[in-house]
């Protein structure tokens, strides 16, 4: 059994986590601690307030008493809302503080985009403009070209939790670009889990979303590969990850 354990702020879409624990049908648990939020409007300030160290650390002996072997933050604004830099330091502090791997959504987009071989995105956000153009810039600071960005102009989390799939399916093909090789859609407050293979199918390129990228980071933490294309192309690859030879992310063990 491999179990990832998931922090998750607030409560929007965190049912796509059992979800794809059904959809992965194996011996792949994925518990989840909920962290506090202040307020869902995902603004600057609400976002880096939802990514503190305090937040983030009261769920880690939770996950750690449930067995976990790797830990993500799976809330993508809560991480790049803090730069390149400052996303690593909170993931590094967290793997600190669990005494296991540890990454973050943002994270695990660059690192998705790396596994797929590509280096060209379009960005599919729900988000207003600015907080899509913060996600944006972290991509370009992880070597990851942002061929376009478009926010959909959700600004609560509560909001994109209760968009339905032609909604979703609207933010991905208005999101996309000619010259993008993927689409990524960085909202863990939208439900995607059960939409990929037919986003995919509508822009004919993969698309990576906020939960499916940060179950697959988990998993590429414990080092379990595993094939379930009902995932989308990012978990249909049996190829090792691009750059297996390099550090498998933040890890700190003491």
Known sequence: MTTVGLLYPGHAAEDDFPRIEVMLDSDIRLPLFHTDIDDDARRTENLRAAGTPERLGAGVEELRMAGAESLVWACSGGSFAYGWDGAHTQAAELARA???????????????????????????????EDVAALFAGFLASGGVEVTS?????????????????ELVKELTVAGDHPDAEVVLIPDNALHTAAYVPELEELVGK???????????????????????????????????????????GIEVRE
Do not use: C, H, M
């Open 98 to 128: 669990a005494g296991l791997p540890a990454s973050s959504t943002s994270i695990a987009f660059v690192q998705a985009v790396r596994e797929l071989g590509a280096s060209r995105v379009a960005v599919a956000a729900s988000y207003s």
């Open 149 to 165: 960005t478009r926010g959909g102009g959700i600004i609560k989390a509560s909001d994109s939790a209760a968009a339905d799939r």
């Open 206 to 248: 993969p698309v990576l979303t906020a939960n499916q990228v940060a179950v697959w980071e988990g998993l590429r933490l414990s080092e379990r590969r595993i094939w379930a294309p009902t995932l989308g192309t990012l978990f249909a690859t049996r190829e090792p990850p691009l750059g297996a030879a390099e550090p498998r």
